[in-house]
């Protein structure tokens, strides 16, 4: 069993910050990619930013790049997400992702999603 804890989410006016974190625990063997995608209303979920253990190589959405920043801090299984300059169109559920093996054999990787914290941009 694998469970995240996300925090962080909330009600921001437009132009403003957040700071979104996600601690994965249980059977955890080794951690290879942990991020974070979205979902807004009526929409598909889509990828918001991703970032390997290994060498913290990066991946963003065109649609935040500049704005929102990824990182992890790999002894705690944890991944944070800094939105700055917040947009009313980044009002969605945010889920965090991680691509993680639970034992030494590669056939148990796969991926595991947190249940969601909601973030609401708006005046």
């Known amino acids: 069993q694998v469970q995240f804890v996300e925090s962080g989410g909330g009600l921001v006016q437009p132009g403003g910050s957040l700071r979104l974190s996600c601690a994965a625990s249980?059977?955890?063997?080794?951690?290879?990619?942990m991020g974070w995608f979205r979902q807004a209303p009526g929409k598909q979920r889509e990828l918001v930013a991703t970032i390997t253990t290994s060498d913290g190589t990066t991946t963003y959405a065109d649609s935040v790049k500049g704005r929102l920043f990824i990182s992890r801090e790999n002894a705690k299984n944890t991944v944070f997400l800094q939105m700055n300059s917040l947009k009313p169109e980044d009002t969605a559920v945010y889920y965090c992702?991680?691509?993680?093996?639970?034992?030494?054999?590669?056939?148990?990787?796969?991926?595991?999603w947190g249940q969601g914290t909601q973030v609401t941009v708006s005046s």
């Open positions: 992702y991680a691509d993680l093996a639970t034992t030494i054999w590669q056939s148990s990787r796969r991926e595991y």
């Open positions: 249980g059977s955890i063997f080794k951690i290879y990619v």
